[in-house]
């Protein structure tokens, strides 16, 4: 085994986390690598800026800054591309956290060195992407099962989808991991004037797949006498599906806007009556494993990846009508609340952290 532990994570916006669930992973990962005397590198694009690339120290990581001038999906694309380039420089494993720009590495192939690729969701099947973006992501998913070392997955479904493009052997199956939540500041509410108990929570981003309109439209359909808090970016002005959601929206439905301060979504998260959760498809999404992290009743989509993820911890929906159901049962039942919370804090012990990142070490170990 080779003396010097290092770790190249590539494919996220950066640390600290600000943009979704692979940079609070790496968060986690990092912490957890470092304190068992882990070198541990990790690339952060910069964008709108131009300039040379440049590094920083950030609590005994490396930083790699790379500046990229463009924005969007095209500055994405050159920011993963300028990131393999550069980090061709180094030796350890590499971990790669999602796909869609896999063809670039190939390099690491053809430079002998070790990538490990978190193989993330069925991305090209998402209803946000065009055409051109799902064969974008489609080719992409066939380049990482081929070129990366090994990969993960984050689901069993993810597993069996990933398996019919790569040999089983080289896919572990490694779920996302989540905090338990025992306590959190109630004086947070008064922040957006709620009422502890007296609200359902959903965190999403707002998109189609999400049943965000749909689960907007049922709350809605009647007054309910909670609140219905809603965490992400709404932009109706250039964006026809948040318009359409907003319009759905009784005067209960809150929406807070996009909330990154950890304290702030532990508390609205915790104190909530319970979580809604609509998202169609995806393998283990971050912000299900957190609900049962903070012991929330759950109100879910009924589809094969939620299911495995929550369990019996909360009560599933197939359309508007059952949905509309779901919502008075919850909202009326004090003691389907309680079953649901009990049952959350007994399935969220497969994901706890130290079980998740233990798991990663002991991969990204075989392969130094």
Avoid at 249 to 277: N, P
Wanted: with cysteine.
């Amino acid at each position: 085994m080779c003396s010097v532990k290092k770790i190249i994570i590539t494919g996220i916006r950066g640390v600290p986390a600000q943009h979704g669930g692979f940079e609070t992973f790496a968060e986690h990962l990092y912490r957890h690598l470092v304190a068992r005397k882990w070198k541990v590198v990790i690339y952060c694009q910069e964008d709108g800026i131009a300039g040379p690339v440049y590094q920083s120290e950030w609590e005994g990581v490396t930083r790699i800054h790379v500046p990229v001038k463009r924005k969007g999906p095209i500055g994405t694309i050159i920011f993963d591309l300028k990131s393999v380039l550069h980090s061709l420089q180094y030796d350890g494993v590499f971990l790669t956290l999602g796909y869609n720009t896999a063809m670039f590495n190939f390099l690491y192939r053809m430079k002998g060195k070790k990538n490990i690729i978190n193989m993330d969701g069925i991305e090209w099947k998402r209803q946000k992407w065009g055409r051109l973006a799902k064969i974008w992501f489609w080719l992409n998913e066939g380049l990482g099962c081929f070129f990366g070392n090994a990969l993960i997955a984050d689901h069993p479904c993810i597993v069996d989808h990933l398996a019919k493009r790569a040999s089983r052997e080289k896919i572990t199956m490694i779920p996302y991991g989540g905090d338990e939540v025992l306590e959190a500041n109630e004086k947070i509410l008064n922040q957006y004037s709620i009422t502890k108990k007296k609200y359902a929570i959903l965190i999403a981003r707002a998109e189609p797949e999400n049943s965000i309109f749909e689960l907007v439209s049922a709350f809605s359909a009647q007054k309910r006498g909670i609140n219905f808090v809603i965490l992400g970016n709404y932009d109706p002005d250039v964006n026809i599906y948040h318009q359409k959601v907003i319009d759905a929206a009784s005067e209960e439905v809150l929406f807070l806007g996009a909330i990154y301060d950890t304290d702030k979504i532990r508390a609205l998260r915790f104190f909530a009556q319970f979580y809604v959760h609509g998202h169609q498809v995806g393998g283990t999404n971050p912000s299900l494993v957190e609900a049962l992290g903070a012991g929330n009743a759950i109100l879910a989509h009924n589809n094969i990846f939620n299911r495995w993820v929550a369990k019996d911890a909360a009560i599933y929906f197939n359309d508007l009508l059952s949905l509309e159901k779901a919502f008075e049962k919850l909202i009326e039942k004090k003691s389907l609340i309680e079953m649901l919370e009990s049952k959350a804090a007994e399935n969220f012990l497969r994901f706890k952290w130290d079980k998740i990142l233990a798991a990663y070490e002991q991969l990204l170990l075989s392969f130094l």
